[in-house]
Nanobody
């Protein structure tokens, strides 16, 4: 089992920045690729970014590429999502998730992930 707890959400003006954190506990954190997803009201949960076990490889949804950065600190068992140039359409509940996938670049659907946090709300005012 892996337990995941997100933090860092909040209210920000359009163009602003937030950094989300996801703290993990339980089984060996470095065995898992870690992803971020988001879900806006009335919409399906969508992929945002994923980072490989060692942090060397990252992949992003086209909608956030160039604005968001995913990173991880295996010593702290924490994954981060730095969000810059936020837009109103980025507003959603953001979830982190862990996957044992051997191909993190392909882990872009919710079904690819084994463990989920409860999410943190991001609100972007225009």
């Amino acid at each position: 089992q892996v337990q995941l707890v997100e933090s860092g959400g909040g209210l920000v003006q359009a163009g602003g920045s937030l950094r989300l954190s996801c703290a993990a506990s339980g089984r060996t954190f470095s065995n898992y690729a870690m992803g971020w997803f988001r879900q806006a009201p009335g919409k399906e949960r969508e992929f945002v970014a994923v980072i490989s076990w060692g942090g060397r490889s990252t992949y992003y949804a086209d909608s956030v590429k160039g604005r968001f950065t995913i990173s991880r600190d295996n010593a702290k068992k924490t994954v981060y999502l730095q969000m810059n140039s936020l837009k109103p359409e980025d507003a959603a509940v953001y979830y982190c998730a862990a996957t044992g996938s051997m191909r993190p670049s392909l882990a872009v659907t919710t079904g690819d992930y084994d463990y989920w946090g409860l999410g943190t709300q991001v609100t972007v005012s225009s």
